[in-house]
């Protein structure tokens, strides 16, 4: 026999309007300027409801990302058939939300590094990597580098770099995305 429940119980509706005010927040303000207090308002609940639940902002922007709630399709990656010119599209994107939102990387790295049930959730949520990796194995062997079997290692590489420079608080430059994709690709053709 299960063993009784302990703790709060969470409301989904409760649950459904935190998650719902936190995007909306964020697409209005940016994670700097999103509070919990801001959240609990908008969502019609105390912040006391908002901590039993997550303990800092970070893990709630991050349920929020895991359930595709902040970009949508906006980082995806793109499939026009041109592996370089795809992923140089995705990585300008990325960079540029990473550019914007530096806070949201930050205190994602941190809750990943500090619970690892986040850090496997987002992992899991999170298909960029999966996604790269497809786009990289579709253009095996186009560029010396792109050999059978290594897309998963650049796709890592591409979001080791992007972990990187928000860790560095540097912002992009105009040609970091292709010669980012030059140095794990190889040069491009032409």
């Not at 906006?74 to 795809?86: F, H, N, S, Y």
């Not at 994602?108 to 790269?132: K, N, P, Q, W, Y």
């Not at 980012?180 to 040069?187: E, R």
Request: aromatic share 4%.
């Amino acid at each position: 026999m299960p063993l009784p429940r302990t703790g709060p119980v969470r409301s989904e509706a409760a649950r459904a309007a935190i998650l719902a005010a936190t995007a909306e927040l964020f697409a209005e303000r940016g994670y700097e300027h999103l509070t919990i207090e801001g959240v609990a308002q908008r969502a019609g609940v105390g912040k006391q409801t908002i901590y039993r639940w997550w303990r800092s902002k970070g893990p709630l922007v991050a349920e929020c990302l895991m359930e595709g709630r902040l970009f949508g399709d906006r980082l995806a990656v793109p499939d026009t058939g041109d592996v370089r010119a795809d992923l140089e599209a995705w990585l300008r994107t990325v960079l540029a939300v990473v550019d914007a939102e530096r806070g949201l990387v930050l205190s994602l790295v941190a809750a990943a590094a500090e619970h690892g049930e986040v850090a496997e959730r987002l992992d899991a949520s999170l298909t960029f990597s999966a996604s790269i990796a497809d786009r990289l194995e579709a253009g095996t062997g186009t560029t010396a580098n792109l050999r059978p079997g290594i897309a998963p290692r650049l796709a890592d590489a591409l979001l080791g770099a992007v972990v990187l420079r928000a860790l560095s608080r540097q912002p992009s430059g105009a040609d970091d995305a292709a010669a980012l994709l030059d140095a794990l690709l190889g040069p491009a053709a032409g």
